[in-house]
Structures are given as structure tokens and as C-alpha cells.
């Protein structure tokens, strides 16, 4: 079946650390890959997404390898800000699914 | 900001009550889809509807069922509820033939079942 395994909570960095929130994964054949963000009082954001092997998802200064050797799809980011401060999903999505699976969320807090 | 709204905003039933949670589609969106979100947990599949019609059910049982209408809004409805049932419910809308990712969620109803 499908599973989602996220490094657990809660982390806390000062401003300008660097982050890394590891996700491992278990799937047939080959999912497409993703992170979601929730801010406080609002819905799930996608965040960054990667379709197939090696493919490198980023945005807003987050990046995530797909790395099929490994099964892992880590976040990461040079420098956080307060504002960055969320609870972080790693999710996947077998190929010609409707429906995403879900890891249970990382909680990043910055300290200023 | 997304245009998916849900009500209402938090809910307190009790064990064996009947619970209704509802969904606003995003414009342009034809799908949608419920996810149950347990404290500490990642959100789980619960169903997707379309065409006013089941597309697709996780590992959920029979007292969860949901409505589309015509204006592509749903409804959530849990029957007998159980104390598990305490949750953050998330709908997702969409288009269809569109990837999962490319959906929007609302900002969820908490319910509290005592």
C-alpha cells in the first residue's frame, strides 16, 4: 500500500537556519510526490511538486529532490523566516489516482 | 486565498448525533473532495464527488456520505458519531480530469464529538 513517514515534530530554528524536514515514502510503482503547507486558519498549500525520479520541486525558497534510490523526498531551505512558521505535509500520488496520501506534518517554528 | 469556503467553522456534537459539514466550490471547479484530518495526523481520503456522484471512497464506512448539487457545493454527512470522529474535515475542489495537486482547500470545520 501506500505510506507517507515525516520526521517528527515539533522544530524550532532561529531566523536563518537552515531547515531540513526529512520524508520517506512506500508506493507502487512510480508517484508523484509533493509538499503541502498549512498556515494557521488556512487550508492545505501546495508548496512544491515533483512527478518523476531526480526531479528537483522548489519554490518560495524550499526545495525537495525525488530520489527513488532512497524513497525519500526531503524539504529544505537555505534560510528560514518567521513567516515560514506553519506545519509542513509530505504527500503522494499514484499515477491516475484522484486522491493524495498524506504523511502526518512536521510543525516548523522560527524564532526571531 | 482560494475561493473554497467551509461552514461552519468549528462544531460540538455529541456520540450518536448526526453532523452536516458543507463546502463552497472554488469558480470554474467540478470536483470535490472530503479528507478527515485527526489531531497530530495528515489528512485521509475520505471520498471525491463528481457529477453529483461518488468518485472514489477511501477506508471510510457507510454513516459517512456526501451530496453534490448542481452549483458544485457538497455536503458531508456523519452519522452516528463515533468519538474518533473528532477531527479537522477538508474539502478539496477541483477540476476533473485535472491531478489531485492541482486542487484547493478550504480552511476545514473542526469537530469536536463529546
Known amino acids: 500500500g501506500n505510506s507517507v513517514t515525516q520526521m517528527e515534530g515539533p522544530v524550532t530554528l532561529s531566523e536563518e537556519a537552515f531547515l531540513t524536514i526529512n520524508c520517506t515514502y512506500t508506493?507502487?510503482?512510480?508517484?508523484?510526490l509533493f509538499w503541502y503547507v498549512q498556515y494557521p486558519g488556512e487550508g492545505l498549500q501546495l508548496l512544491l511538486k515533483?512527478?518523476?525520479?531526480?526531479d528537483k520541486g522548489s519554490n518560495k525558497g524550499f526545495e525537495a529532490t525525488y530520489r527513488k534510490e532512497t524513497t525519500s523526498f526531503h524539504l529544505e531551505k537555505g534560510s528560514v523566516q518567521v513567516s515560514d512558521s506553519a506545519v509542513y505535509f509530505c504527500a503522494l500520488m499514484q499515477t491516475g489516482a484522484n486522491n493524495l496520501f498524506f504523511g502526518t506534518g512536521t510543525r516548523l517554528t522560527v524564532i526571531p | 486565498e482560494t475561493g473554497v469556503t467551509q461552514s461552519p467553522t468549528h462544531l460540538i456534537k455529541t456520540r450518536g448525533q448526526q453532523v452536516t459539514l458543507r463546502c463552497s466550490s472554488q469558480?470554474?471547479?467540478?470536483?470535490v473532495s472530503w479528507y478527515q484530518q485527526a489531531l497530530g495526523q495528515g489528512p485521509q481520503f475520505i471520498f471525491q464527488y463528481y457529477r453529483e456522484e461518488e468518485n472514489g471512497r477511501g477506508n471510510f464506512p457507510p454513516r459517512f456520505s456526501g451530496l453534490q448539487f448542481p452549483n458544485y457545493s457538497s455536503e458531508l454527512n456523519v452519522n452516528a458519531l463515533e468519538l474518533d470522529d473528532s477531527a479537522l474535515y477538508l474539502c478539496?475542489?477541483?477540476?476533473?480530469?485535472?491531478?489531485?495537486?492541482?486542487?484547493?482547500f478550504g480552511p476545514g470545520t473542526r469537530l469536536t464529538v463529546l
Open positions: 508506493a507502487t510503482g512510480y508517484p508523484s
Open positions: 515533483a512527478t518523476k525520479a531526480d
Open positions: 478539496a475542489t477541483g477540476v476533473a480530469g485535472m491531478r489531485a495537486d492541482t486542487q484547493y
Open positions: 469558480s470554474g471547479h467540478n470536483t
